[in-house]
């Protein structure tokens, strides 16, 4: 199913999100939520997708396949992240929830993640370049943080194609 994107400024979006109970993530109802949030983001054209820009203030956040580990979605329950790169790097970033804005944020270019999985299981890999720039932006998400908070040269584009 198909949910649908709060966009800026609904407050759910700058809302620091609750963690999520193992127990919690075994329910039925929680793992649907999981598949639709995944189906959302493809269906959006999306590169990642946190929980409260469904409305949901929930430690939760998907990755595409696109970018992410071994090519399949990536669900990230209760992330954290270190750096493991000492600098950040410039690039230029949007998101579903503030459609139409783009603007550079400095990110590390390498990091460590932890997290639990679907089924309530801890992972932890290493990211780099575009997948870990897409991870800090879902987590900021997580911590009620949009890039527009953060960017530089913000620029609407028109939606006319
Ligand atoms: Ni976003």
Redesign the pocket.
């Known amino acids: 199913m198909i949910l649908k994107i709060f966009t800026h400024p609904e407050p759910v979006l700058n809302k620091k999100t609750d963690p999520i109970s193992v127990q919690k993530i075994k329910e039925l109802e929680f793992q649907k939520f999981i598949d639709d949030m995944t189906e959302t983001m493809y269906v959006e054209d999306g590169v990642g997708l946190a929980a409260p820009?469904l409305g949901q203030s929930l430690k939760i956040c998907v990755i595409s396949k696109e970018y992410s580990l071994n090519h399949k979605d990536l669900i990230l329950i209760n992330p954290i992240w270190e750096k493991l790169s000492r600098f950040q790097a410039w690039d230029s970033e949007g998101?579903?929830?503030v459609p139409g804005i783009f603007g550079k944020v400095k990110r590390y270019r390498r990091i460590k993640i932890e997290a639990l999985d679907r089924r309530g299981e801890k992972i932890s890999f290493e990211a780099d370049s575009f997948f870990a720039r897409i991870i800090q932006?879902e987590c900021d998400?997580l911590d009620g943080i949009l890039?527009i908070e953060k960017a530089k040269n913000l620029e609407e584009v028109s939606k006319k194609l």
Do not use: N
Request: hydrophobic content about 30%.
């Open positions: 820009q998101c579903l929830s932006h998400h890039f």
